[in-house]
């Protein structure tokens, strides 16, 4: 099956500071998700890309399907954004629906 | 909407009960996901349904797992006998693959089970 790689596994920010997030997938999708599960462990669903660029606010991620990755930007870090970073993805010809789920990065925001 | 609501928050049992998790997806999603989440495995799905048909259970960890979905509005998790490594956060998620953004899944709070 499809296999997902998330890059740094874990990440210590001052305030303020900006960082990228990389999702690295082995196989052509049809859709990616980003995901941010806070300290509470709520999911929250940041963006679909399946392909091209997105923002909402200080964040933004890029897909770039022919070569596989997506991009997760944070910029002016703040203590809120702290957690874990989730990509999900579907490949073509998968079963519908079936989104898989990379390890996660670890974010951790310091004041 | 509400989004996705799960009940319990929490569930504590003793190893061999019953358990049974509920949720209901967002009004209009067709598509409803159980996924499990621990520290070893990470977010595992375990089972979706489509328009209230299961679609695929592979993940579905072993018999003494089911889940059902009798309607649009409502699904349940059910573990029996439960085990202290069936311990987990339980998700349930939901998405409605032809509206505006298609596919883009919603999560509800989840369910921390702990099996004594």
């Known amino acids: 099956g499809i296999q997902v790689e998330q890059s740094p596994p874990d990440l210590i920010l001052q305030e303020g500071a900006n960082s990228t997030l990389r999702c690295n997938f082995s196989d052509s999708v049809n859709n990616l998700q980003w995901f941010h599960q806070n300290p509470w462990g709520q999911l929250i669903n940041l963006f679909y890309?399946?392909?091209g660029t997105k923002q909402n606010g200080r964040l933004s991620a890029t897909t770039v399907a022919t070569e596989r990755y997506s991009l997760l930007y944070i910029s002016s870090s703040q203590t809120t954004d702290s957690g874990v970073y989730f990509c999900?993805?579907?490949?073509?010809?998968?079963?519908?629906?079936?989104?898989?789920f990379g390890t996660g990065t670890l974010l951790a925001v310091q004041p | 909407d509400a989004g996705v609501i799960q009940s319990p928050r929490h569930e504590v049992t003793e190893m061999g009960q019953e358990v049974t998790l509920r949720c209901k997806p967002i009004s209009g999603h067709n598509s409803l996901f159980w996924y499990r989440q621990t520290m070893m495995r990470g977010l595992e799905l375990l089972i979706y349904f489509n328009n209230n048909v299961p679609i695929d259970d592979s993940g579905m960890p072993e018999d003494r797992f089911s889940a059902k979905m009798p309607n649009a509005s409502f699904s349940t998790l059910k573990i029996q006998p439960s085990e202290p490594r069936d311990s987990a956060v339980y998700f349930c998620?939901?998405?409605?693959?032809?509206?505006?953004?298609?596919?883009?899944?919603?999560f509800g709070s989840g369910t921390q089970l702990s099996v004594l």
């Open positions: 998620a939901s998405s409605n693959p032809r509206g505006a953004g298609r596919e883009k899944l919603f």
């Open positions: 890309i399946p392909s």
């Open positions: 999900a993805v579907l490949s073509y010809g998968g079963a519908t629906n079936k989104l898989i």
